[in-house]
């Protein structure tokens, strides 16, 4: 059934008309009991909920709703390898690259876990022979630069957790991070680099992305004319990858290689041997660390699926994406180390969840996958946040921060924390006319002033927020972060009707661009496309002027 059409579909459509003139400030009011019913916390992983409009009535309808839609069900066929990735016929197991090596996940009548132990293994040996100075460059350097070449999740998720854990990282290595098919990425980055001493890692699930290959040929053609010799390959290539005949064919030794499996979904992949950047960097100890964290997630999910904090997210969003117009969810987490923490989230929800076709293969008639977006905080306050305070969007938000920092200089970190609990104060309370009326004389304003300056100095206020408070960003509360964002996109798409696992809408324009590369590269006109098309290409031509591409190597 879809969701819709579930029972408590209608009752929630009914209980959010009593919704239309209650204000949460009021409800904070009268109910000195409502934080402390409206937050969970794991350890010292605190998620507030209670800024959000809510109350007991709505959480009991929104989990009836999710049990109709068999969240629960969808949740024990996840763990237990069922292929629910039914597109691309596969099993959805990041859950097992974080589990008890002594719990068998079975695929195929298969246990995966040896397997997962055995590329931990070996992850665990380079990444100490690569941290201590055993494994050296082809002259005999010490490895003091990685840089990962990868796209999407073979990019996204290294590059966010090696910036996050910054302070656990090694100080003698630079980590570096390619992605991009813009010669300037990988340009840029090579220039800087000491070819002696640089390890590249080709990090990609498929080996076929056009963008990974395309770089991973600029660099290896780098290294050898550096270095004078084919054989220092060796030495500065390793491949990440679940496809050995491709990572043969680009000419990385199979001995250099770390595989995954199918079941695998590229965005969900940071716990695997994709992970091998951040084990390189923060070492493997605090690499499981990570996975140790996402594993206390995992149980604490498994263990109520609608009743845990990802559950409740999920629910929440449910929530205001159909019954309050919200397609956007901001991420603002107050901490620079997390910086690209909405850009990691961004792939992993809307990759997973923008489809509009169910798994019955019927055209959904209800908006799915939200619209993830947002920046770290405090910058975000003079930049965006306007709009949320006083624009006419409704933006449900979360924010995310630590209690303790790193770099412990005097007074600033609490100017932070004390920034964030003020935005979803501010966002919740807003601020009556009475009140800015209030504040207008005492700052002395005439009557003139106040006419002009009263509309614009009140906010509507009753924006919703979560708030996760957690003791330290170490690598154990990331991967609780992480984990509990991967289980809320689950049970978005388990509420949704979708599979959140394949994602055939990126192919439409992986095709055309190769026909356009080929076009392009042939130096005349373009003939094929629509006009808009043509009329680009024609005018690419004539700036470009005179300079051919350099044919793109085989
Ligand atoms: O853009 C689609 C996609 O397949 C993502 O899902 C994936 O993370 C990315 O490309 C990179 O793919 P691969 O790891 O196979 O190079």
Redesign the pocket.
């Known amino acids: 059934m879809l969701l819709t059409d579930l029972p408590s579909w209608k009752k929630l459509q009914a209980h959010r008309q009593t919704w239309n003139d209650v204000r949460m400030r009021e409800l904070f009011r009268s109910d000195p009991g409502r934080f402390g019913r409206f937050s969970i916390q794991l350890d010292d992983f605190l998620l507030d909920y209670s800024k959000n409009l809510i109350n007991d009535e709505t959480l009991a309808l929104l989990r009836q709703l999710g049990e109709e839609a068999n969240v629960p069900a969808w949740t024990d066929a996840m763990f237990s390898g069922e292929k629910i990735n039914f597109t691309e016929n596969r099993a959805v197991l990041h859950v097992a690259l974080r589990n008890d090596p002594k719990r068998p996940i079975m695929v195929d009548g298969h246990d995966v876990m040896p397997g997962v132990v055995q590329v931990l293994e070996q992850m665990r040996r380079f990444a100490h022979a690569v941290r201590e100075g055993k494994w050296r460059g082809h002259t005999g350097k010490v490895i003091t630069d990685i840089v990962n070449i990868?796209?999407?999740?073979?990019d996204l998720g290294p590059m966010m957790v090696c910036r996050a854990l910054k302070p656990y990282g090694n100080a003698r290595i630079n980590m570096h991070f390619v992605s991009n098919v813009d010669p300037n990425h990988v340009g840029d980055t090579l220039d800087d680099l000491n070819a002696e001493s640089t390890l590249f890692i080709v990090s990609?699930?498929?080996f076929?992305?056009l963008e990974?290959l395309a770089n991973a040929k600029i660099a290896r053609r780098w290294l050898v004319e550096r270095l004078g010799s084919d054989l220092a390959v060796s030495r500065h290539f390793v491949a990440i990858s679940t496809n050995e005949e491709a990572v043969k064919a680009f000419g990385i030794d199979p001995e250099n290689m770390f595989v995954f499996w199918d079941w695998v979904g590229?965005?969900y992949s940071m716990w695997s041997a994709i992970g091998l950047p951040i084990a390189l960097y923060i070492g493997m100890d605090q690499f499981e660390e990570m996975l140790g964290g996402a594993r206390d997630m995992d149980e604490h999910f498994r263990a109520d699926p609608l009743s845990s904090i990802p559950g409740t997210l999920a629910l929440l969003s449910i929530w205001y994406q159909h019954f309050w117009d919200a397609p956007s969810h901001a991420i603002f987490p107050y901490d620079i180390h997390l910086s690209r923490l909405p850009a990691y989230l961004q792939q992993l929800c809307m990759?997973s969840n923008g489809k509009s076709t169910t798994r019955l293969g019927e055209k959904v008639n209800y908006p799915t996958g939200e619209i993830v977006w947002g920046e770290p905080g405090s910058n975000g306050q003079h930049a965006f946040f306007q709009l949320l305070h006083q624009g006419t969007r409704f933006v449900p938000t979360d924010f995310m921060l630590a209690a303790v920092t790193s770099h412990p200089f005097e007074g600033l970190h609490q100017m932070l924390v004390a920034n964030c609990f003020a935005q979803s104060e501010a966002l919740m309370l807003g601020k009556t006319e009475e009140e800015a009326l209030a504040e207008l004389k005492a700052e002395g304003a005439n009557e003139d002033a106040i006419r002009l300056l009263l509309p614009h100095k009140t906010f509507p206020g009753n924006k919703p927020s979560n708030t996760m408070l957690y003791q330290k960003l170490t690598p154990r509360t990331l991967g609780r972060m992480i984990a509990l964002y991967e289980h809320k996109t689950f049970v978005q798409s388990a509420l949704w009707s979708i599979n959140a696992f394949d994602?055939w809408g990126?192919e439409i324009g992986k095709r055309l661009s190769s026909v356009l590369i080929r076009e392009l590269g042939e130096d005349k006109a373009v003939t094929t496309h629509d006009a808009s098309t043509n009329g680009l290409c024609d005018h690419f031509q004539k700036l470009k002027g005179d300079k051919v591409f350099p044919p793109a190597e085989s």
């Open positions: 990868g796209i999407g999740g073979s990609s699930k498929s076929a992305t990974t590229g965005r990759e994602q990126v």
